[in-house]
């Protein structure tokens, strides 16, 4: 069962929760947990570290296509890499500020 794409920030939370919970698990049972619930979180684990991974490399990815955009001096190219690394970090997409459309020669008239 695959559950709705999230964040980066999203997974770590989850990793977080996951820890905690295990923690407070075996704190209030006061017994060393079964091994058929080691084996559960640590599958959820495992399947969070694996998706922290793939985003991780999707920002690399985003971030050295804005480097090769800022060569190329292309500030549309490089903002949208940018803006593609915030959204798969936290899932916002940030506000295009606007200067960009300030500048726009279309609008110049």
Known sequence: ??????????????????????????????????????????????????????????IEKALTQALVALEREDLVATREAIFNALYELNHQSPSIPKLMYENDPVLAG
């Open 1 to 58: 069962m695959k559950s709705a794409p999230h964040s980066l920030n999203q997974t770590i939370q989850a990793l977080k929760s996951v820890t905690t919970q295990m923690m407070a698990a075996e704190s209030l049972t006061g017994e060393v947990m079964s091994a058929h619930m080691i084996q559960q979180i640590t599958a959820i684990e495992r399947t969070e570290l694996e998706i922290a991974s793939q985003q991780i490399m999707v």
